[in-house]
């Protein structure tokens, strides 16, 4: 898995966990995509396309608690985006 092996060299790089949740998602594995999410949050807080993603990924598993938790998150960094996720939670 090439990024599992360039997060072992950059391991603070939030574009790599964000691909790796990305390619957890293609294959229906949410529940990793999940954690390789929060850890590109963690690392850059204000990372919008993870912070969707993230609350996407929380939907997949039926976690609408967490996904709208997710949602207030990240509607103070872009609120455009983040109505396209509401609206997806209130699917």
Request: glycine fraction near 6%; avoid cysteine.
């Given at each position: ?6 997060l072992k060299s950059k ?81």
């Amino acid at each position: 898995m090439a990024f599992k092996q360039g997060l072992k060299s950059k391991p603070d790089n939030p574009r790599g966990y964000f691909n790796l949740a990305l390619m957890y998602h293609k294959s229906n594995r949410h529940s990793e995509a999940i954690e390789a999410l929060q850890q590109a949050v963690k690392i850059k807080p204000g990372y919008v396309d993870a912070h969707f993603e993230l609350g996407f990924a929380f939907l997949k598993v039926g976690e609408e608690t967490a996904a709208l938790s997710e949602y207030i998150l990240f509607e103070e960094l872009d609120k455009e985006k983040a109505a396209k996720l509401f609206d997806l939670i209130m699917k």
